[in-house]
T-cell receptor
Framework: DAKTTQPPSMDCAEGRAANLPCNHSTISGNEYVYWYRQIHSQGPQYIIHGLKNNETNEMASLIITEDRKSSTLILPHATLRDTAVYYCIVYAVQYSGAGSYQLTFGKGTKLSVIP | DSGVTQTPKHLITATGQRVTLRCSPRSGDLSVYWYQQSLDQGLQFLIQYYNGEERAKGNILERFSAQQFPDLHSELNLSSLELGDSALYFC?????????????FGPGTRLTVT
């Protein structure tokens, strides 16, 4: 199974870009990189995903290195509401038979946005 | 608001009891997932249903069971409850069951076993 490594915590000043790194050196060619976040005991929230190319949506940008061994989630202008635990997940970590790909959450990075 | 609803929000019960947690997926989503989040274990996948059929089991105890009904809502049944079952239980849903797809999570049910 491809595993991910994230720093346990990070701080970011409000209004600045938050860059959250993730290492996934054993990622396979058909595995996607997904990012979710969880704001204090709320349900996790999908942010973005990618396979090879960089991706951007209204919430964030995802930069994946050419060798796909690492990625960075970028929140362009962090606000206090972005304080959360951010999870980097490599999809298709476990395939359990017909049509089941389980999300496996690690410990994530606790991002604190500082006023 | 993800569109996934879970009831009840909070549940307090005693050891040995049985409870049922309910989940309604987003409109049009066929797949439902259950997760448990405790302080020491993080988010753990329990079980998945797709269009009424069980698709995968994760770290689900034999005392726990689930089902998905024809209207696609799902229920998670927890029996012979122990103190260690106290946790947040999340339901998630998705349209597809093969990647790439996003899972949308509900607000969770906080279970306290006393």
């Amino acid at each position: 199974d491809a595993k991910t490594t994230q720093p346990p915590s990070m701080d970011c000043a409000e209004g600045r870009a938050a860059n959250l790194p993730c290492n996934h050196s054993t990622i396979s060619g058909n595995e996607y990189v997904y990012w979710y976040r969880q704001i204090h005991s709320q349900g996790p929230q999908y942010i973005i995903h990618g396979l090879k190319n960089n991706e951007t949506n209204e919430m964030a940008s995802l930069i994946i290195t050419e060798d796909r061994k690492s990625s960075t989630l970028i929140l362009p202008h962090a606000t206090l509401r972005d304080t959360a635990v951010y999870y980097c997940i490599v999809y298709a970590v476990q395939y359990s038979g017909a049509g089941s790909y389980q999300l496996t959450f690690g410990k994530g990075t606790k991002l604190s946005v500082i006023p | 608001d993800s569109g996934v609803t879970q009831t009840p929000k909070h549940l307090i019960t005693a050891t040995g009891q049985r409870v049922t947690l309910r989940c309604s997926p987003r409109s049009g989503d066929l797949s439902v997932y259950w997760y448990q989040q405790s302080l020491d274990q993080g988010l753990q996948f329990l079980i998945q249903y797709y269009n009424g059929e069980e698709r995968a089991k994760g770290n689900i105890l034999e005392r726990f069971s689930a089902q998905q009904f024809p209207d696609l809502h799902s229920e998670l049944n927890l029996s012979s409850l122990e103190l260690g079952d106290s946790a947040l239980y999340f339901c998630a849903s998705s349209k597809r069951d093969t990647p790439p797809y996003e899972q949308y999570f509900g607000p969770g049910t906080r279970l306290t076993v006393t």
